[in-house]
Antibody
Framework: QVQLQESGPGLVKPSETLSLTCTVS??????????WSWIRQPPGKGLEWIGY???????KYSPSLQNRVTISIDTSRKQFSLSLTSVTAADTAVYYC??????????????????WGQGTLVTVPS | SSELTQDPAVSVALGQTVRITCLGD??????VSWYQQKPGQAPILVIY???NRPSGIPDRFSGSTSGNTASLTITGAQAEDEADYYC???????????FGGGTKLTVL
């Protein structure tokens, strides 16, 4: 079964760039039905979608983060990466990678996230 | 609208039925997915689409949608169902994914 694993620094200084990588194992990243996503969760708060990338490199980002976010993919290594620039303490969160599965049901295209990585805490000190 | 609204907290007596709701204009156009998150763990998918359960999810979990409201129903809630539950869908533009604020379920 497909598994995802995040990796990267747990501490990033203010104004610097947060960089994380997600490694996919047990399956292929090359499918038109999948988008490879990043989601974050500040301590004690809810989930926030950051953005996704397709295997062909098409991206979509959250409007609130799009000026600072870049998601890239390396299909040969089965990895996709997140870059978030000019971080502040507000970017402190657990960062998850997840597979976004697009499906078609009763005339509607919709999505779900499955599986998720275990998450990695990134702290930006104030 | 680019928002999904959930009640912050809901409680249910052990063995009883509870419904967790998610409101949003985009739910008239897209199906919702539901996630269960226990403390210190990553979310897991429990329901997607009309009422599809991934393998391993108990059949006491079901979903439904009416108009702009989606519901997650737990029939015969168990102690292990105590968790935070999040809904997720696309926004009204269809270009972005959004989450509800989450509902903390307490099983009494």
């Amino acid at each position: 079964q497909v598994q995802l694993q995040e990796s990267g620094p747990g501490l990033v200084k203010p104004s610097e760039t947060l960089s994380l990588t997600c490694t996919v194992s047990g399956g292929s990243v090359n499918s038109d039905d999948y988008y490879w996503s990043w989601i974050r969760q500040p301590p004690g708060k809810g989930l926030e979608w950051i953005g996704y990338i397709s295997y062909s490199g098409n991206t979509k980002y959250s409007p609130s983060l799009q000026n600072r976010v870049t998601i890239s993919i390396d299909t040969s290594r089965k990895q996709f990466s997140l870059s978030l620039t000019s971080v502040t303490a507000a970017d402190t969160a657990v960062y998850y990678c997840a597979r976004d599965v697009e499906y078609y049901e009763s005339g509607i295209y919709s999505d779900y996230f499955d599986p998720w990585g275990q998450g990695t805490l990134v702290t930006v000190p104030s | 609208s680019s928002e999904l609204t959930q009640d912050p907290a809901v409680s249910v007596a052990l063995g009883q039925t509870v419904r967790i709701t998610c409101l949003g204009d985009s739910l008239r156009s897209y199906y919702v997915s539901w996630y269960q998150q226990k403390p210190g763990q990553a979310p897991i998918l429990v329901i997607y689409g009309k009422s599809n359960r991934p393998s391993g999810i108990p059949d006491r979990f079901s979903g439904s949608t009416s108009g702009n409201t989606a519901s997650l129903t737990i029939t015969g809630a168990q102690a292990e169902d105590e968790a935070d539950y999040y809904c997720n869908s696309r926004d009204s533009t269809g270009d972005h994914l959004i989450f509800g604020g989450g509902t903390k379920l307490t099983v009494l």
